[in-house]
């Protein structure tokens, strides 16, 4: 059983299209979390969720849009897709608010072209 | 705003030669400090953490210091081996802005030479 899976892996698209991630956990964490993974390996975390709530939204572009519809999945939808959007996206969970192991998903390497 | 410092970005060493990376953090009420790992095309994975109630914790060839008057934190592995080689992330929690999030270093690429 996989404990953070998103979806999809691998996400090719043009510029100005309108993509969603998905992520889901079944560990039963309240907190979720999206990070960003640039070219020169940088984690940056873009958003964080807690009980379905907005906590956290770093200085990211309003084309970023979390939803939470539940506290097992926190998707990202991105439109207007740019160059520089391309990156690989993580999703995490933590039990709490950050002060526990953060446990990822395998990442979705997204390629804007 | 918080900020975690890692060094060296790279680091090469000989099997079996110990390898340490060394990371600095702003916020002095930060009390959660992981390191993870991850692999070339693979997700971080935590290998080892420590709270600010600890100053040393060790975990067969993996230890970490922690030294909070100076903010510094250090991840060190001894006898290193091929499969050791991975790219290696410090973070640190920060507390003043009462936020639930990981702030991370940089990254230290680790290559592991046979």
């Known amino acids: 059983d996989t404990a953070v899976s998103q979806t999809p892996k691998y996400l090719v698209t043009q510029m100005g299209n309108d993509k969603s991630i998905k992520c889901e956990q079944n560990l039963g964490h309240d907190t979720m979390y999206w990070y960003k993974q640039d070219s020169k390996k940088f984690l940056k975390i873009m958003f964080s969720?807690?009980?379905?709530?907005?906590?956290i939204n770093e200085t990211v572009p309003n084309r970023f849009s979390p939803k939470s519809p539940d506290k097992a999945h926190l998707n990202l939808h991105i439109n207007s897709l740019e160059l520089g959007d391309s990156a690989v996206y993580f999703c995490?969970?933590?039990?709490?608010?950050?002060?526990?192991?953060?446990?990822f998903g395998q990442g979705t390497r997204l390629t804007v072209v | 705003g918080e900020n975690v410092e890692q060094h060296p970005s790279t680091l090469s060493v000989q099997e079996g030669d110990s390898a340490v990376i060394k990371c600095t953090y702003s916020?002095?009420?930060?009390?959660?400090f992981p390191w993870y790992k991850q692999e070339l095309g693979k997700r971080p994975q935590l290998i080892i953490d420590i709270r600010s109630n600890v100053g040393e914790k060790k975990d067969q060839r993996i230890a970490v210091t922690l030294n909070k008057t100076a903010k510094h934190f250090s991840l060190h592995i001894t006898e290193t081996q091929p499969e050791d080689s991975a790219v290696y992330f410090c973070a640190a929690s920060p507390r003043s802005s009462n936020t639930g999030k990981l702030i991370f270093g940089q990254g230290t690429t680790l290559q592991v030479k046979p």
């Open positions: 969720y807690n009980n379905k709530e907005l906590i």
């Open positions: 916020d002095s009420a930060s009390n959660y």
């Open positions: 995490a969970s933590s039990q709490d608010d950050g002060s526990t192991e953060a446990f």
